[in-house]
């Protein structure tokens, strides 16, 4: 388990994060959402020991980013922003050195860098230089880099950027197999539906954290519970039916929308059949996470850099 | 406690990545040649030069003669300090900068990697084949002198100064220069502005040279305290070099 505290960093008199306290579980994919600025790379080079915080602390596994650096970075893995990849080794030596960083043995590497290269289609271009790979197979590549050494916790800043759609639904499916492994995956991204497919919670950060939840309670949180009904009949009817039953709703033309409706829709629904009124579909109303997270940050009025 | 591993994996890559650039290839065959080439030809004119003035008649004009071929061959050696000068800030600024280029320093920040391991390993790959070059050219340098002074009957090196200067000048010169580079190029954007940086290092330390053939006495003495010199040099510029590595200031600033 991850567990943030108080974290704050201050780069030259520009606050990057302030005051963040998260929990994140164990084997639960946590993506991380947020305009430019916001503090998302920052937090993520925080956990990763690359640097430390100004304030505040975080404990993986119960074990300190201020104490215990080296043992955090063993058990991390990172897929940075860019793939920084050396350009005029192939993928197998770009592999090599950094299995040989994380202290793995050679032929473990070499199964490890079998493996994922035959995965993600680049066993074929395994001796090329990385320089002539496209964008996309640089990105599979740096993915593998933070995979090779098998570790615990996973972070990814924009994994599936400039991944064509296939790529990235591969990507994706990866992702999701590494939390059934028990991996914990925490992922930067500015892809919505990708974050929507992958969460199981998500921060909302502007160098605080905005909103924190599972995307369905972020949701109710923020628009409500709001369920529609579309009908066929008499409005007047229905008009009367609901303001007997004290709901909060409103029309739209045929379409009546119940605010917290606070009792079951079935019983709506067979007040309103009773009634006469024909009723075409009952279903609640659905925000995209898009929706969520403009109206979430513009909400914020905190002003990122 | 560092893992030595670590340093060799550090090492051998930046070795490998640095010897792919064909400018630091020809730079590691072309200027220890020619340097060589001059360096022969001008031992050998000296040589003939004695020669030419016949006084190799007698024992005690000999002796005298194998003195001054001695003292002359032997001032040279501080000549050997300008190929690894000028080869390790070629290679060192690319070291640095190459990580810049390809933004391959954060995902090297992110393993079990300490800030030692990291800068020894990129201090050795500059290191280690500029003195190997260096040593190659000085044995063929001495093995030359020594041919000619047999013939003068005696042998020049090794002496005290060849040893001051292989064991001492030679080696710490080299460190210093790696570490000039190390601190300027982590400050430099591209690989011509390092290489610019380097060209400035290079200025005060050729000056010394300079002054080293105006005044044309190179002791064994002298050589030691030069190395002194160099030896307190190193500590200091490696402890500011140090601070210049703190993974903070790569993360944010080595963009």
Known sequence: MIEIVELKKVFDNVTAIEGINLKINKGEIFVILGPNGAGKTTTIRILTCIINPTEGNAYIDGMSILEEKKRIRGMSGLLTENPGLYERFNAIENLKFFSSLYGMDERSAEEKIKYYLEKFSLWERRNDPVGNFSKGMKQKLALIRALIHDPDYIYLDEPTASLDPETSKIVRDFIKDLKKEGKTVILSTHNLTEAEYLADHIAVLNTRIVAFGTPDNLRREVFGKKVVIEFTGNVDMVTKILNEMRLNYYLDKNRIIINEPGIRNSIIVETLVKAGVSIEYVYDESHTLEELYLRLVNNDGHKSD | ?255
């Open chain 2, 1 to 255: 406690m560092m893992d030595i591993r670590v340093i060799k994996a550090i090492y051998k890559k930046d070795l490998k990545e640095i010897l792919s650039l064909t400018t630091v290839k020809y730079s590691f065959i072309f200027f220890p040649v020619v340097f060589l080439f001059i360096m022969l030809i001008v031992i050998y004119f000296t040589y003939n030069s004695l020669i030419a003035q016949g006084s190799i008649q007698n024992a005690a004009s000999a002796a005298k003669n194998l003195e001054i071929f001695s003292y002359i061959s032997t001032s040279y050696l501080i000549f050997f300090g300008i190929i690894p000068l000028s080869l390790a800030s070629t290679i060192s600024s690319y070291s640095i900068v190459g990580e810049k280029t390809q933004r391959t320093i954060e995902p090297i920040l992110a393993t079990p990697v300490e800030d030692s391991e990291l800068f020894i390993g990129k201090m050795l790959a500059p290191f280690i084949p500029t003195i190997i070059t260096t040593y190659i050219v000085l044995g063929f340098y001495t093995l030359f002198v020594d041919y000619l002074s047999l013939r003068l009957g005696g042998i020049v090196f090794p002496n005290y100064a060849w040893y001051s200067i292989v064991i001492l000048f030679i080696p710490f010169s080299t460190i210093l220069m790696i570490l000039l580079t190390l601190v300027f190029s982590s400050r430099a954007m591209d690989p011509r502005s390092a290489q610019q940086f380097s060209s400035i290092i290079l200025i005060p330390l050729l000056i010394i040279f300079i002054l080293g053939i105006v005044i044309y006495t190179l002791t064994s003495l002298l050589i030691v305290i030069m190395s002194i010199i160099v030896i307190l040099s190193d500590i200091v510029v490696y402890k500011f070099a140090l601070k210049i590595f703190n993974r903070e200031i790569i993360v944010s600033r080595w963009k």
